[in-house]
């Protein structure tokens, strides 16, 4: 049911690997322009010099402001950076349609209120993917990789921990709108919009063009111990977009799910409660199971509240 409408030839199943390189290319390029902006602005707004931020980037986060200047950067190299690819995409190159009216029309309460119940599922769920993924261990001769691949995870963790230990409601509310609102919007824009409706095409297949979106999601990332759960909720939100046909509900749940893990870290580094959210050396077997029930019955109420909404839907737009 996803909305993608074009006849441009780059976008037709025979120009796949072509459709895909200059995807690739675009989002690239345009990731990197961005950042790249966002670094020259940071000592004008952060009053951080070039070389302190050259210092929090090889992991130095003693710098004065330097939580804000990686958000900033974030947000706009990242969020606002996958918003402008997908619309240089989809709005020049192949001169597509989202239909943006017909996806506004598709968003109902009940299906934004089994959303939310599905994406809180999927978090307490999802405990358990992070704890089995930490488990990963590669054969013998490949100890050197999966060395580096720890110390890799390691220093993304020190990262995530240092960004995410606001010290304030305002840095807190920075937060939820860089990696909850820019991160959700634009990952979700780029991925489920334009990405999911071309495998798709290409693999013939509802649930393949799904998965294999899902595993991209999740590998351009390039956390190998966090690939499972983060697979996992791109093939949720694949899903979402599937039988709704409205990128509004993968956006919401991509949204929801960043803000209340980071709502989660801030309540546990203030001591409102004593959980550790980016713990992965312990689950909850009854939380993830608790968790997987109410994803998967929220899941088959939501697919058959909306089989057959699209034809009835298409008559009326």
Known sequence: MEIYETRAEIASRKNWFLSLVVIALVAFGTLVL???????LTP????????DFVSLADGNYDIPNGR???LFTQGLGTGLGF?????IVVGFLEKADLRWAKQL???SGKNLALVTVMTV??????GLLMYWNSQLALPEFLSGVEQWMR????QLMELTQFLTNFQSIPELLVGILVIGVFAGVGEELFFRGLIQPKMQVYFRSPHWGIWVTAIIFSAIHVQFYGFLPRMFLGALFGYLYHYTGSLFYPILGHILNNALTLLLVYGANQGVFDLD??????VSYPGAVVGFLVLILGFLYFKKVNRGKDEKLDQSV
Do not use: P
Request: net charge negative; glycine share 4%.
């Open 68 to 70: 804000m200047a990686f």
């Open 34 to 40: 961005l950042q790249s902006i966002a670094i020259v």
């Open 83 to 87: 918003c402008i690819a997908t619309w």
């Open 121 to 126: 599922g999927g978090m307490l769920f999802n």
């Open 277 to 282: 959210v980016q713990s992965t050396d312990t």
């Open 44 to 51: 004008f707004l952060f009053q951080i010099s070039f070389d």
């Open 151 to 154: 110390d890799m995870e390691t």
């Open 105 to 107: 029309s598709r968003v």
